[in-house]
């Protein structure tokens, strides 16, 4: 529809092509993805064998005070543009920019292997070992993949299915009428267990391409929402746009089935609304899986395709590079080229943000091998099925515990890492004390001193890992009163007691 929307142009890319089930897109031109996979050959087909390399998002003001924030591919195609009006340089993050100024070869990769061009602490080489940017200070070896959901095409299937006739509105590329049944991408991430916390998601094809959209409305017209329906839209023909009567000047393809019996003005009707739509059923039939063409451009669009209908509804109009503009719907710049935003065979959903702690998935990785296996993943902010667990115990039980003065008390503390093991965390050990004695507030053990000490401390900091058998952190007697015993690990190294995982036990002594 308007700048980025509708880009269709080669700009770059740091990707090469390493085999057909994980080959990488070129950009037109583009050749400096060689020399970061011959220096790292093992990083080929990787998260790191894309454009998000070197290259960083941004932001724009959409108005003033308000800021939107862009993935690497549209932020380059909104700053530098498909038509290359922009500067290249400021779309690089900082490893990006260390290249550049090396030279831009080989040797460049090599001279900055030492340094650390993200000033996130670890060298470049330490976090492309670790499958980590190295541009950006956000993505080190302290994060773990974030919490993820693959979804087989029967398993969408088994959900609740919704089919909806629209127009897809390209700019260049020739509009068309279709019918599109799959999942309400709403309803997808409802199912994968979203975040409260979650804004947005990003949509990945294997190619590498990328599209960003808000949960719920925005402003901005070439921002296609996530939740809720779109406007009702009407029917729009005209011979002179049907490619089936005008072969030398027609741009709309009417040929689909679902537009037989329809007329020009014709309200679609949907009892349930237009909604964005993660489809796999074009006209009844699978959608043709993607494959990368000779000329590195992806073809076909399935096995799944995500679909947002048009913003503000309007007739498919003339493309924009026509040589004939004198027809019933020339090319509008301010129309509705929603077609721009949906996304082909798209493999990968994340819901952004990533949650504290995280990174993401090695995104290529499920790329092609995806396609074939007919499978997406959804990863991010979503609930984690497999989160650390802590466990604290008195006597051996969970509590509530209740002793009479005197009787001995044994605290022990484990921990199942789950998915987050390996990251970097603050462990925590402490007791709130109400006792008549004197005891009153919060007491923590301490590692390093072996023993507990008053106020709030932490007890450590270190990796998550498993801990068991349980280690015993009190053992002894206390005084009558009530003492609620705290385990919790965060997820985060910041000093800062979070509690995010948290177990409790209240103990009652009389």
């Not at 409802?190 to 990945?204: E, H, Q, R």
């Not at 943000?353 to 091998?369: H, N, R, V």
Request: charge should be negative.
């Amino acid at each position: 529809m308007k700048k980025f929307a509708a880009v269709t142009g080669a700009i770059f890319m740091v990707m090469l092509t390493v085999s057909v089930v994980l080959s990488a897109y070129h950009h037109e031109g583009e050749y400096d993805s060689q020399h970061f996979v011959a220096q790292y050959p093992d990083k080929a087909g990787t998260k790191l064998d894309h454009c998000a390399l070197c290259h960083a998002g941004g932001k724009y003001e959409k108005k003033p005070g308000k800021w939107m924030s862009l993935g690497s591919c549209q932020w380059c195609h909104y700053s530098y543009g498909y038509d290359g009006s922009g500067n290249i340089v400021d779309t690089l993050n900082p490893y990006g920019m260390d290249y550049l100024v090396n030279g831009r070869n080989q040797n460049a990769i090599v001279a900055i292997a030492d340094k650390d061009s993200d000033g996130d602490g670890y060298s470049n080489a330490a976090e492309i070992a670790a499958v980590r940017y190295p541009g950006n200070a956000g993505d080190d070896p302290t994060k773990v993949p974030a919490p993820s959901r693959i979804y087989t095409q029967a398993q969408l299937e088994a959900m609740t299915q919704h089919t909806q006739f629209m127009l897809m509105n390209t700019s260049r590329s020739g509009d068309f009428y279709v019918q599109y049944t799959g999942v309400p991408v709403e309803d997808l991430l409802k199912d994968a267990g979203i975040l409260g916390s979650a804004t947005g998601i990003t949509v990945f094809a294997p190619d590498g391409w990328s599209n960003y959209h808000p949960l719920e409305i925005d402003s901005d017209s070439e921002l296609y929402h996530v939740n809720g329906v779109y406007p009702e839209a009407y029917y729009r023909y005209n011979t002179q746009a049907d490619t089936a009567l005008n072969t030398t000047d027609g741009w709309c393809d009417y040929g689909a089935p679902s537009c037989a019996g329809r007329s020009d003005l014709d309200l679609i009707v949907n009892a349930d609304g237009l909604k964005m739509l993660l489809a796999f059923k074009r006209e009844g039939q699978n959608l043709e899986p993607g494959v990368l063409g000779d000329d590195n451009k992806l073809l076909g669009e399935g096995p799944f395709r995500l679909v947002p209908p048009q913003k503000a509804p309007s007739p498919p109009d003339q493309a924009s590079n026509a040589a004939n503009q004198d027809v019933v719907w020339p090319y509008n710049y301010e129309w509705d080229h929603s077609a721009g935003a949906a996304s082909r065979s798209a493999t990968i959903i994340r819901v952004e943000p990533l949650p504290e702690g995280t990174t993401d998935i090695d995104i290529l990785e499920a790329g092609w091998q995806y396609v074939d296996e007919g499978k997406i993943i959804v990863y991010g902010a979503i609930t984690d099925p497999n989160p650390p667990v802590p466990d604290i115990k008195v006597n051996g039980q969970d509590g509530p515990v209740t002793v009479s003065s005197g009787d001995s008390l044994f605290v022990t503390v484990g921990l199942v890492a789950g998915s987050r093991a390996g990251q970097a965390a603050d462990w925590w050990v402490a007791a709130n004390a109400s006792a008549p004695a004197g005891l009153y507030g919060f007491y923590s053990y301490v590692y390093a001193m072996g023993g507990w000490v008053a106020g709030l401390n932490r007890c450590i900091q270190m990796d998550l890992v498993n801990l068991s058998p349980d280690v015993g952190v009190f053992s002894g007697t206390l005084p009558e009163g009530v003492y609620d015993f705290y385990f919790a690990v965060d997820s985060n190294a910041d000093g800062n007691p979070d509690g995010t995982w948290l177990d409790t036990v209240k103990v009652t002594v009389q």
